[in-house]
Structure formats: C-alpha cells, structure tokens
C-alpha cells in the first residue's frame, strides 16, 4: 500500500500483508471473530428493541 492511500484509513497502516500462510490464517481468523461480534451485538440491539416495542 502506497502513503496516499493509507492517509483516510489511520487504522490500516499498522495492516501488513501476511507473507506465510500462517499469517493469513490469523489475519482471516481475527476479522471473522470481529464480524461475528458485531453480527451478535448488532442481533442482540435489534431483539432488544424489537422486545421494546412490541411490549
């Protein structure tokens, strides 16, 4: 990645490619693991407001 593009994402400059596999392993592993989060937390908000409202 060149300077230009880093510049309006401050959080991927400290994003390196994996060069072995297993570093690609850990990188897909640890964006999976913080996708499902944010899907649990997202559902979790939404049952809680959808519980909210019909009660």
Do not use: F
């Not at 850990?26 to 909210?52: E, F, P, Q």
């Amino acid at each position: 990645m060149t300077e230009r593009t880093t510049r309006g994402w401050p959080g991927l400059k400290h994003i390196r490619r994996p060069r072995t596999r297993r570093g690609w392993l850990i990188t897909i592993a640890a964006s999976g693991a913080i996708l499902a989060l944010k899907l649990t937390l997202g559902l979790g908000v939404l049952a809680l407001v959808v519980h909210l409202l019909t009660h």
